[in-house]
C-alpha cells in the first residue's frame, strides 16, 4: 500500500543550525502538509502546498520556515536557524486531488531535537 | 475559530470491554471528521473518515458516528484488546482542502 516516507526519522541539531525535514508523498496525491507535535501538545498545522505554492499557513510558520518540492516526489522543510521552541515530531501529509474525499495519509514523522 | 476537544485525557479498561470515545467541536460546518491512532512516539494512523453528510463508518471493531449540528463524534470500539492500547486523536476539516484542526487525543490503555 503507498504511503507516505519522512526522513530522517530523528535529528539532533545545535541551537540556530538549519534544518531540513525531508517527505516523499504518495505519488498521485497534489495536497501537502506539514504538521508538527511538541511533546504533550495537539498535533499543529504548520503549511500547505499545491501546484507548487504554499495554499495556506498558519501563524507558527513564520520566516523561519519555508517549504519546496524541489523535484516531482520530494517535498521539504526547512527550518533557517532553530531555537529550542523547534523541538517537535513534524508530519508530513499528502492528500489526493481528483475524486476527493478530503483524507489525509501522514508519515511516521520526524523527530527533531534542538540543543 | 475552530476548536476540537476530547475529553477524557486518558481511560484505562479491561480486556473484552466495549468503549466510545467523544470528541466534540465547535464550529459545525465542517466537510469531514478524520479519527487517527497514534502509538508513543509513532506516527498517525487514520482509521475512520467520516464526509459531513454521513453519519457513520465502520473499520472492523471500530465504529465512528457523527452528529454534526450538535459538534459531536463518537468512536465505538467493540471487545477491546490490549492492542488497541494508543492515542485516538480526532481532527475536523472545513473545507475539502484545508488545514485538519486536532483535539489532543485520548490515550487509551487495555488491561489484560
Known amino acids: 500500500e503507498p504511503e507516505v516516507t519522512q526522513t530522517p526519522s530523528h535529528q539532533v541539531t545545535q541551537m540556530g543550525q538549519e534544518v531540513i525535514l525531508r517527505c516523499v508523498p504518495i505519488s498521485n496525491h497534489l495536497y501537502f502538509y506539514w504538521y508538527r507535535q511538541i511533546l504533550g501538545q495537539k498535533v499543529e498545522f504548520l503549511v500547505s502546498?499545491?501546484?507548487?505554492?504554499?495554499?495556506?499557513k498558519s501563524e507558527i510558520f513564520d520566516d523561519q520556515f519555508s517549504v519546496e518540492r524541489p523535484d516531482g516526489s520530494n517535498f521539504t522543510l526547512k527550518i533557517r536557524s532553530t531555537k529550542l521552541e523547534d523541538s517537535a515530531m513534524y508530519f508530513c501529509?499528502?492528500?489526493?486531488?481528483?475524486?476527493?474525499?478530503?483524507?489525509?495519509?501522514f508519515g511516521e514523522g520526524s523527530r527533531l531535537t534542538v540543543l | 475559530k475552530q476548536e476540537v476537544t476530547q475529553i477524557p485525557a486518558a481511560l484505562s479498561v479491561p480486556e473484552g470491554e466495549n468503549l466510545v470515545l467523544n470528541c466534540s467541536f465547535t464550529?459545525?460546518?465542517?466537510?469531514?471528521l478524520q479519527w487517527f491512532r497514534q502509538d508513543p512516539g509513532k506516527g498517525l494512523t487514520s482509521l475512520l473518515l467520516?464526509?459531513?453528510?454521513?453519519r457513520e463508518q465502520t473499520s472492523g471493531r471500530l465504529n465512528a458516528s457523527l452528529d454534526k449540528s450538535s459538534g459531536r463524534s463518537t468512536l465505538y470500539i467493540a471487545a477491546s484488546q490490549p492492542g488497541d492500547s494508543a492515542t485516538y486523536l480526532c481532527?475536523?476539516?472545513?473545507?475539502?482542502?484545508?488545514?485538519?484542526?486536532f483535539g489532543k487525543g485520548i490515550t487509551l490503555s487495555v488491561r489484560p
Open positions: 481532527a475536523v476539516k472545513a473545507g475539502a482542502n484545508s488545514k485538519l484542526t
Open positions: 501529509a499528502s492528500s489526493p486531488l481528483a475524486a476527493n474525499t478530503g483524507e489525509l495519509f
Open positions: 502546498f499545491y501546484n507548487n505554492e504554499i495554499s495556506e
Open positions: 467520516i464526509q459531513s453528510s454521513q
Open positions: 464550529d459545525s460546518a465542517i466537510y469531514n
